[in-house]
């Protein structure tokens, strides 16, 4: 094969590594975040702010991923930081 060829087998390659990185742990964990706020505020096992900060976090971390998807920001950045502090707190 040419050096051509290789290298762009290889971008595209990194291309599918980056982004499948990004769905699987930005996406899964916005949906994870949902599952387990809302069985939280079904529940009543814990007040109700905790979960509902909850729900914040997965939007603002759902936005974070789809600016890092369409190149806004990067994966790892002050932005993506602080749209996943509410999920840690």
Known sequence: MESGALTAVG???V???DWTFLLGSGVVTVIN???LGSLLYRSG?????????????A???LASSGA????LNEQ???????AGLPVFL
């Not at 890092?68 to 190149?71: A, K, N, V």
Request: charged residues 5%; without cysteine.
């Open 45 to 57: 096992l814990v007040p109700r702010p905790i979960p509902v900060m909850g729900f914040i976090g």
């Open 68 to 71: 890092t998807f369409f190149g």
């Open 15 to 17: 291309a599918v590594h």
């Open 33 to 35: 975040a949902l599952l």
């Open 59 to 61: 939007a603002f971390l």
């Open 11 to 13: 971008a595209g390659l």
């Open 76 to 82: 790892v950045s002050a932005w993506s930081a602080l």
